[in-house]
């Protein structure tokens, strides 16, 4: 049974659960987990319950001002706090014309936030590598005094609770974890902090300690299937089924799964892939227009650059895995099966495969810190043996 519409995480709401009824629900809070969980939607609604004037056994009312006001939604620009009532009008004036992407698709990484004066919400801005100091503690000429922290620390317009969502928090350099701590480990009172990454390993030792942290996993097929439906991703539960059994866990990748001309790139990934060497001139060319043919806009490439290396990077982890005698890989929720055979048969080094596959998380770095596009391409092919 899910709790508040969020499918397969009722052991994290059991344990949220039984902290809001001793009166314990404070703190700061760091939710790891693979991309395309629910790891935000279950922050949201977590925000939700917590601000709730009459939350009922740990779920809202639905029916208060706060729910309300928590219920009208906008489509943020990433990196932005939503605040200011111009700004709110201008996210509205968005979301009612259904804003789309530069390619002139609905892009996938906007998505609704609550328009609640007690609820804040920051996230790396997509032209950056990293989350701005200025988001946590204000620009230069106005140090100490805008920022998610000063606001943190103001009374709350309604009731007696405030709460924080740090998106992408992967992405916190030293200089934005130092000025965080002091509110990640003593947060005003009745303020929760909620920092959203993908792992812990990769967040600073100084931002692990003061946080308590909550691992989300992977959803179960069925539960995947439903956020499908549910989602409208999925028309009918048979089909929500099928993306389910491809996409590992992942809504998101099971997105990815609609889009056709990836359906048609990735096979021919695939084939290249379990060639003894993939042939430079015609992959380099194939990936490039892969990457090209939604538009030029750089974020668009960036993204559908990352789409491709990361399903390259599970097929030479997956190799990994046959080469070692786990041949589970060549069912369930794979979708690869005879080109990792052929793989296996054409390369049977499973030393070089885990090398490959490392060598193609390298280049989902280099994504991320702004690498020039076709350079990465060619690099990558040009380093796969």
Same mark, same amino acid.
């Given at each position: 049974? *899910?709790?508040q519409g969020i499918e397969?995480?009722? #052991?994290?709401? %059991?344990?949220?659960s039984r902290a809001f009824a001793r009166g314990r629900l404070e703190g700061s809070f760091l939710f790891t987990g693979p991309e395309g969980v629910g790891k935000? *939607?279950?922050?949201?609604?977590l925000?939700?319950?917590i601000l709730c004037q009459s939350p009922r056994r740990f779920t809202s009312c639905n029916q208060c001002e706060s729910c309300r006001l928590f219920d009208l939604h906008y489509v943020p620009?990433?990196? %932005?706090?939503? #605040?200011s009532e111009k700004q709110a009008l201008a996210q509205q004036r968005r979301a009612a014309k259904k804003e789309k992407s530069p390619d002139g698709e609905p892009d996938p990484l906007h998505f609704e936030i609550p328009n609640h004066p007690d609820f804040y919400y920051i996230s790396k801005?997509?032209? #950056?590598?990293?989350?701005p100091l200025e988001l946590l503690i204000g620009p230069k000429e106005d140090r100490g005094q805008s920022g998610l922290c000063y606001n943190l620390s103001r009374y709350p317009y309604l009731g007696k609770r405030k709460v924080a969502v740090i998106d992408d928090a992967d992405y916190f350099n030293e200089e934005g974890a130092n000025a965080l701590l002091k509110t990640l480990e003593e947060p005003p009172r009745g303020a929760v902090m909620i920092l959203i990454g993908t792992s812990a390993a990769k967040q600073l030792p100084t931002i692990r300690s003061r946080c308590? *942290?909550?691992r989300f996993t992977k959803l179960a097929t069925r539960d995947l299937a439903a956020v499908l439906v549910n989602s409208g991703i999925a028309a009918e539960y048979d089909e929500g089924l099928r993306l389910a059994k491809l996409s590992d866990g992942s809504c998101k990748t099971a997105m990815e799964f609609k889009d056709d001309s990836f359906q048609n790139f990735r096979i021919d990934l695939y084939q290249e892939l379990a060639k003894p060497r993939p042939d430079f001139v015609q992959f380099s060319k194939r990936f490039n227009d892969f990457v090209d043919e939604k538009g030029k806009d750089a974020q668009t490439r960036r993204r559908r650059l990352a789409l491709g290396l990361t399903r390259a990077a599970r097929f030479y982890r997956n190799l990994a895995c046959l080469l070692s005698g786990d041949s589970s890989v060549l069912t369930g929720n794979y979708d690869s099966g005879p080109q990792l055979q052929q793989a296996a048969?054409? #390369?049977?080094?499973?030393?070089?495969?885990?090398k490959n596959a490392e060598r193609t998380l390298e280049a989902l770095e280099q994504i991320e810190r702004m690498g020039n596009i076709p350079y990465i391409i060619e690099a990558w092919i040009n380093s796969l043996r």
């Amino acid at each position: 049974m *899910s709790w508040q519409g969020i499918e397969g995480h009722d #052991r994290i709401a %059991e344990m949220f659960s039984r902290a809001f009824a001793r009166g314990r629900l404070e703190g700061s809070f760091l939710f790891t987990g693979p991309e395309g969980v629910g790891k935000r *939607s279950f922050a949201f609604q977590l925000a939700k319950v917590i601000l709730c004037q009459s939350p009922r056994r740990f779920t809202s009312c639905n029916q208060c001002e706060s729910c309300r006001l928590f219920d009208l939604h906008y489509v943020p620009v990433k990196g %932005e706090i939503i #605040r200011s009532e111009k700004q709110a009008l201008a996210q509205q004036r968005r979301a009612a014309k259904k804003e789309k992407s530069p390619d002139g698709e609905p892009d996938p990484l906007h998505f609704e936030i609550p328009n609640h004066p007690d609820f804040y919400y920051i996230s790396k801005p997509a032209d #950056r590598t990293q989350i701005p100091l200025e988001l946590l503690i204000g620009p230069k000429e106005d140090r100490g005094q805008s920022g998610l922290c000063y606001n943190l620390s103001r009374y709350p317009y309604l009731g007696k609770r405030k709460v924080a969502v740090i998106d992408d928090a992967d992405y916190f350099n030293e200089e934005g974890a130092n000025a965080l701590l002091k509110t990640l480990e003593e947060p005003p009172r009745g303020a929760v902090m909620i920092l959203i990454g993908t792992s812990a390993a990769k967040q600073l030792p100084t931002i692990r300690s003061r946080c308590q *942290s909550v691992r989300f996993t992977k959803l179960a097929t069925r539960d995947l299937a439903a956020v499908l439906v549910n989602s409208g991703i999925a028309a009918e539960y048979d089909e929500g089924l099928r993306l389910a059994k491809l996409s590992d866990g992942s809504c998101k990748t099971a997105m990815e799964f609609k889009d056709d001309s990836f359906q048609n790139f990735r096979i021919d990934l695939y084939q290249e892939l379990a060639k003894p060497r993939p042939d430079f001139v015609q992959f380099s060319k194939r990936f490039n227009d892969f990457v090209d043919e939604k538009g030029k806009d750089a974020q668009t490439r960036r993204r559908r650059l990352a789409l491709g290396l990361t399903r390259a990077a599970r097929f030479y982890r997956n190799l990994a895995c046959l080469l070692s005698g786990d041949s589970s890989v060549l069912t369930g929720n794979y979708d690869s099966g005879p080109q990792l055979q052929q793989a296996a048969k054409n #390369r049977p080094d499973l030393q070089q495969a885990a090398k490959n596959a490392e060598r193609t998380l390298e280049a989902l770095e280099q994504i991320e810190r702004m690498g020039n596009i076709p350079y990465i391409i060619e690099a990558w092919i040009n380093s796969l043996r």
